[in-house]
């Protein structure tokens, strides 16, 4: 289940979990342990489903239903999408669109099926993206609006006498009406010019609105100095969602600032779209509504028409004499007045907007989304507006790996949702630009692998494509790809892959992760305070994200709206402690507006309230001359640094000049992270907290696709907070969800010291909870430690005798004799099902190839394989003497395996490919399989060359070195 349903469950399972994770012993079975085993659907990542609108066959929804459900995964949201499709005139928008019968039987189809498979179907609110709908017209006064501006340059002295001037930019097609709203004459002044900006004369706004008559205008410039003549129009932009049309008659997109646009959406509909089925089928088996990216584009000012009336009552000064400022060519401004003027206004008017965008879209589509079962999800970004705060207001706010560019652009909206209460972050995860049928799953988790320790804790994968459309080529439709050509995002995923033989097995690793990252509350060191909350910036915290985390800390970005809520409370020196509860606030300068000190008043008088109840506070640069971030109506800046000045009299808060001196500002403080270590490390991770029981994830990962160089493996002590001195460490896999004790640690106090060991992108959880009945090693020179019941074993490799201390200070020795040397695997039997196009678009062949191989290499050195996708099962035979068991090392897989040892399947992480074969190999003779999976790229590098062509071949395979390692035991 997802949305009110899915939290409902949560509530429920969490408490259970955490039992199943504190409490039961490893080999015990309870509902924890067959949770963590078998992830319940709710835990479990989802996909986008791009459907071509309604061109659908409602029994082919539910093949799609039972495909995406048997695969392991929780479900899927539907989305109107097909940039691909190259005649959009074939999609039949009048009989097929968005949103008509068709549309509607499609998807009572999948809501229907999903409920009998147990998962959940999300819709968007339009066709693609943004929100829109077919009842408006670019002038309707839903429509989506912007101001427009004219100029023309006046002479000192000179007569101006003509038609008042049109816009710079001309309307969009369909716009057919517009409104004057100011005429004002400027004088130039080059002093407040910048690089891109004309500048302007701040004091020299002259208002002509009133002499115009019939649209013309006569007026005489004053001897001063050269003139600018402003006329700003009023428009609709006539913005349409992407890649329509998806609707007869076509759909605009809506007014995201006033609620006649929200209504316009929600009015819809209730009038076309909810059908009684469609509610009661909502009731059962839907999730969200969800808002994709809000791009609303525009070739002038983003504008309301109740702009000026809300600007004047929110800020308390008329807009109009700025509006020279704010307005934009191509999201550029062009004209400045003195730069703290045009900073200043600028922000005002970006407030206000925001101010209109939570309470006239926001939060009303919440509302109703709650009226109809279901919760809101959205990107609540892409405008100069504050997603933070909006992170706080919505049920579900979402992210994405493409936009986002590091993981604070997840930590921006992790910080609204934990400071609201909010449970869960979303992320639109893969849609890699060039990624179309040559993305692995492994590259998937090694790029979401960070972004869950930021804070998300819910996938949708980018996506699960409809079978067919008009013009579609093998392997089937794909909403971006072909894309203007050539190869397009990625994905399509789905049967047409023969890497979703395994998805499976990231379906239900993705489980685990997410339930990692929900159970109990969020744990964070420190929220970072920016005056403007934008996301997808890819602008940092000073000194947390370039050298606090790398040494252990955690943070997340909050905004002005968030410290009043509810939750914005101290106690025991910690914000909002039962919810992040972090242990200091940093406040930063405007990043967004050149490192100016600025802050609201608001926002100061509450960090004065919490530093006052023992709050640690950090103040970043030169605050001396601070001033708030809008215009000064008043003494609003006076008053500012008085409430300063009092902050930084306070004994828990300090203020340092540059970013490299946080640190010391910090251990000052006697601050520390909960996870540490005693070098810089790419090891990130999460923290959880439930009744006393610590959870956390770790996981060797990176800041953003792009980082270079690769991360490496890591391999080094890391310490642990631990809410109970009486905690101990226990491990769990997240590949298999099976838990076993930490047998090697250190314990101080409250703090719990474990060795942590991780390929790139590989993950664990550790959980802190009460202790079993074993012991203990604090050192040892094994390779490793195992509990076995109440004993402890040591395992190595090699033969020797090895050494453990005992948690109670003695030193034991004890020897493991003779250990076979590593058998290397080599000569494989090798049958492979090669995919490749059938008689239609959906349908696909196999043909099979059997090989001997003397030794492993990539199929493209395979001169039969060369071209070929598919699926390969490996096949070997291995004798094996006598020994304690043996490691099983694949070495480099192209993408996702599966093993069989004599008959028994092991589970294989896909990002470290190293299993304990042991319970499963018998002394003698042996067989192992190794099933290897392919993208369709080196298939379609041939089968559909003027697309693909242009793409590389991939090494595909199983190419090792594969290894047998045996070890030896003894029991101490």
Known sequence: MSGLRRRTVLAVGAGTLAAGWGAVPAAATSPASKSLTHPETALRPYFRWWWPDGLVDPAEIRREVDQIAAAGFGGAEIAAVHHSVRDKAALDTAGHGWGTAAWTRGVEAALDQAARRGITIDLTIGPSWPAAVPTITPDHPAAVHELAHGVAPVAAGAVFDGPVPAAVAAPAAGVTRQTLIAVQAVRVDPANATRKETGLATDSVTDLTALVADGRLTWTAPADGDHLLFAYWQR?????????????????????????????????????????????????????????????????????????????????YDLRPYLAAVVRVKESTVYAFDAATSRRVRADYWQTLSDLFTAHHFAPLTRWAHSLGLTFRAQPYGLETDAISVAAVIDVPEGESLGFKNLDDYRCLAGGRDMG????????????????????????????????????????????????????????FAAFTPYSGGIGYAESWGPRQPSWRHAPDVAAYLGRVHLAGRIGVNRIDAAVFRQKGYTKTGIGASWFTSDGVPSGWTHQMISAPLLALPSATVRDGRLAPDGPAYRVLLVETDLFSGGVATLDLPSARRILALARKGLPVVLLGDWSAATVPGRATGDEDTTLRALLAELTALPRVRTVAVRTEVGAALAGLGLRPAVSYARSSTLLHGHREERGVDYYYLVNGKHAETVKPPVAAIDHDVTLHRASRRSVPYRIDPWTGEREPIAHYTADGDRVTIRVALQPGESSIVVLDAPGPHRHVTATTADRVLVRGRDLVLRAATAGSYTATLDDGRTVSRRIGDVPAPIPLTRWSLRVADWQPGSSAAETLTVTHALDLSGLRPWTEIPQLADVSGIGRYATTVDVPACAGAYLSLGEVFDTARVTVNGHAVAVSLLNPVVDVGPHLRRGRNTIEVEVTTTLNNRLRVADPGVYGVASRQAYGLTGPVTLIPYGEARV
């Open 236 to 316: 609709g932009s006539g913005q349409e969602p992407e890649s329509g049309p998806h609707t007869s008659p076509d759909a605009f997109v809506v007014d995201h600032f006033s609620a006649a646009g929200t209504q316009a959406v929600i009015d819809f509909w209730e009038a076309r779209l909810l059908t009684p089925r469609v509610r009661a089928l909502l009731r059962r088996a839907g999730g969200s509504l969800f808002e994709d990216s809000i791009e609303l584009e525009t070739a002038a000012l983003n504008w309301t028409p109740a702009v000026l009336t809300e600007f004047q009552r929110r800020r308390g």
């Open 421 to 476: 209460g909010r449970e869960l972050l979303s992320c639109e995860a893969g849609a890699y630009q060039g990624g179309a049928y040559n993305t692995t799953w492994k590259r998937l988790l090694r790029t979401m692998g960070g972004a869950y320790a930021a804070g998300l804790n819910q996938t949708a994968f980018h996506g699960f494509s409809y079978a067919t459309a008009p013009g579609a080529d093998w392997p089937g």
